[in-house]
């Protein structure tokens, strides 16, 4: 069983910088994707970042040169480095891992972009 707990979101003024992080517990070396997506209310969940166990990543175009995905193997950790933030940036975010036995999510982490 893999659980995962985000952390890092809050409170940020306009053109502010956050990190998340997403640590998870259970053995997911041989993970095919991590991936961060969000969500607001009323809306459905949408990708915002992947990064796939050989390292490709991909954004989508709203948030590509201002946020950057990473992970971290020996921490089981991957990251989403957000920059030049925006009020539409804000949303729940939750973390997702994909296995070959199956997919898992995170609680999910608030950020709120607001002067």
């Known amino acids: 069983q893999v659980q995962l707990v985000e952390s890092g979101g809050g409170l940020v003024q306009p053109g502010g910088s956050l990190r998340l992080s997403c640590a998870a517990s259970g053995s997911i070396s041989s993970f095919l994707a991590m991936g961060w997506y969000r969500q607001t209310p009323g809306k459905q969940r949408e990708l915002v970042a992947r990064?796939?166990?050989?390292?490709?990543?991909m954004y989508v175009d709203s948030v590509k040169g201002r946020f950057t995905i990473s992970r971290d193997n020996a921490k089981n950790t991957v990251y989403l480095q957000m920059n030049s933030l925006k009020p539409e940036d804000t949303a729940v975010y939750f973390c997702?891992?994909?296995?070959?036995?199956?997919?898992?999510w995170g609680q999910g982490t608030q950020v709120t972009v607001s002067s």
């Open positions: 997702n891992v994909a296995l070959v036995g199956g997919v898992y």
């Open positions: 990064i796939t166990n050989g390292g490709t990543t």
